[in-house]
């Protein structure tokens, strides 16, 4: 009993990527200044250098050896393989489900033209803001000469031929590349829709699909709990050591805007929504969810938050039970307005900082796979910070310093995730209170006591 009392309590994801993170700051900058102290062309450092962090894929790389190099491709290629499957089967089996005939009456049709209204507002403006603090210069990277010419720009294109690429025209071909995500999206949602027309005819590849379910967010659940801290320390410690500290800059722009934009919008945007769609007192409104909003950036889980929320709406904020029980699991699963707005700003913060120039219609594009990523988004550990890679590639940002933007998102992402979860559990409530006025059922003297 008294070994058992001194057992070392394990630590949770959050607080291991927490420690590889400070640690691949203090390594990294440690190299910084034993380089600076040796010289960068010393024998010593090239040594180094070429054992820990050379691109093995580049010019220079061909008789090193990059330790640190591999294992944050290794990292980044064990995300990327289970992206297709991934965001296919969550998105169909998402789809099947609230696409149930017997769910699909006035109340369904409501709520869900509610959640992609909410979708669209949040996105639009996230791309609004990220796109000017870009333009701000928030979140530039000087780089060394050296490596300023590796970045890339995406080539100019019609943003309408994203309509057309939406389509595949070979199922295959969509799903064997990570850059046809949008048509990845939409075979997820067709297959959706066919499997809750159908029924009981295909309830063996319903089965099948929740398998595979299973087994994507097992492998995932094991690369980033069990893998992830050792390799984001590898990727933070060469980050540092190869391309400076300038990257750390942007990634805090890329989180103080992301919180305030998302504490901002949950406590503006849905009551003033609410005003316009119902007028009633916005500020009750946000008087009442406050306590939801702080739960949720406790547990940074909208699953966790559902008893809460679903008690408040229904006890403070007169919505009708039918409604409530309808419109916030719903929202659990495919409402997710946080989550779009930090991977908006994420996926701009990325292509800036590594040279590209964000375009109104390249941020447009990434708004519009966040939305659909977001509806299929999965019940494993940083699900929102690990799709940003999805939108990402998506959008055609592939560089290497893409990736090194991306490690940095995704080893961070538990701060702006504290802002995230709060607008996340917010607009379900909203939209509760705005279908549940349509549908006259909302009992207006418990929103106003």
């Known amino acids: 009993m008294a070994t058992e009392g001194v057992k070392k309590k394990k630590l949770n994801i959050v607080q291991k990527m927490f420690v590889a993170v400070i640690l691949g700051i203090f390594v990294g900058i440690g190299c910084i200044f034993f380089r600076n102290a040796i010289g960068q062309d010393s024998a010593l450092w090239s040594s180094i250098y070429q054992f820990l962090f050379v691109d093995i894929s580049s010019p220079e790389g061909v008789s090193g050896i990059g330790l640190f190099y591999i294992v944050s491709q290794l990292f980044m290629h064990m995300l990327q ?12 089996l998402s789809i099947s489900d609230i696409a149930q005939p017997e769910k699909l009456g006035r109340l369904a049709i409501r709520t869900l033209i509610t959640f992609l209204g909410f979708y669209v507002v949040a996105a639009a403006i996230a791309g609004t803001v990220s796109y000017l603090v870009a333009q701000s210069g928030g979140f530039n990277v000087i780089l060394p000469d050296d490596v300023v010419t590796e970045t890339t720009s995406v080539d100019a294109y019609n943003p309408l031929s994203v309509i057309v690429s939406i389509v595949p025209d070979n199922m295959i071909s969509a799903m064997s590349s990570n850059n046809s995500v949008l048509a990845v999206c939409f075979l997820g ?19 099948v699909f929740v398998s595979i379910d299973a087994i994507i967010q097992m492998f995932v659940n094991f690369v980033l709990d069990k893998l992830g801290p050792v390799c984001i320390f ?7 050591a190869v391309y400076g500290t300038d990257y750390l800059r942007p990634a805090a722009v890329w989180i103080a805007t992301t919180m305030i934009l998302c504490t901002v919008l949950a406590f503006t945007l ?3 929504l609410i005003f316009i769609f119902t007028r009633l007192n916005p500020f009750k409104f946000a008087k009442k969810i406050a306590k939801v909003a702080l739960f949720g950036a406790a547990t940074q889980s909208s699953a966790a ?7 408040t709406c229904k006890d403070e904020l007169g919505v ?4 409530a029980s309808f419109v916030l699991p719903t929202g659990v699963t495919i ?26 219609a390249l ?26 890679s999805v939108v990402m590639l998506g959008a055609g940002l592939n560089t290497p310093l893409c990736y090194v933007g991306y490690s940095l998102v995704l080893a961070l992402n538990y701060v702006p995730g504290m802002a995230v979860m709060p607008m996340n559990v917010v607009d379900d409530a909203a939209a509760s209170v705005i279908v549940s006025h349509k549908e006259g059922t909302l009992d207006k003297d418990v929103y106003n006591s």
């Open 81 to 92: 393989v289970s992206i297709v499957p991934l965001v296919l089967v969550s998105l169909a």
């Open 189 to 207: 949602i067709v297959i959706g829709i066919c499997m809750s027309r159908l029924g009981e005819k295909v309830e063996p590849l319903k089965k």
């Open 234 to 240: 590898c990727m933070i410690t060469r980050s540092l």
């Open 270 to 272: 849905y009551p003033l």
């Open 305 to 311: 938050t559902l008893p809460l929320n679903m008690k």
């Open 320 to 323: 009708s039970e039918d409604v």
């Open 335 to 360: 409402h997710m307005n946080g989550t779009t707005t930090m991977q908006i700003i994420a996926v701009t913060f990325i292509g800036t900082a590594a040279g590209i120039e964000m375009t109104p």
């Open 363 to 388: 941020i447009a594009t990434a708004a519009l796979i966040a939305i659909t990523v977001a509806m299929g988004t999965p019940p494993i550990p940083a699900a929102g910070a690990t799709l940003v």
